[in-house]
């Protein structure tokens, strides 16, 4: 199984910048895709970006355009650069991951919060 540990939450204004982080430890070799999902207060949790083993990434409609998604293999950690923040990105942020075996392994989440 694979271990997560997010970082980088926080309070921001409309229109800054936050990047969250995320470092998995355990089984490393078995990890295939990797994501951030989020859920609001009231609201279902959704996908927010994953990137596979090979790079490719995948973005919810909206944050596409201000939401950046990479991993650095070297270092097991996964990063998600979010601009032009808005107060509708207010949530809970989760790293997950999809091993090649099919299990799912999620981290224990980041408070983001964006507001004036």
């Known amino acids: 199984q694979v271990q997560l540990v997010e970082s980088g939450g926080g309070l921001v204004q409309p229109g800054g910048s936050l990047r969250l982080s995320c470092v998995a430890s355990?089984?490393?070799?078995?990890?295939?895709?990797m994501g951030w999902y989020r859920q609001a207060p009231g609201k279902q949790r959704e996908l927010v970006a994953d990137i596979s083993s090979r790079g490719r990434t995948n973005y919810a409609d909206s944050v596409k355009g201000r939401f950046t998604i990479s991993r650095d293999n070297a270092k097991n950690t996964m990063y998600l650069q979010m601009n032009s923040l808005k107060p509708e990105d207010t949530a809970v942020y989760a790293c997950h991951v999809d091993d090649i075996f099919g299990r799912l392994s999620w981290g224990q989440g980041t408070q983001v919060t964006v507001s004036s």
């Open positions: 355990g089984s490393i070799f078995a990890i295939n895709v």
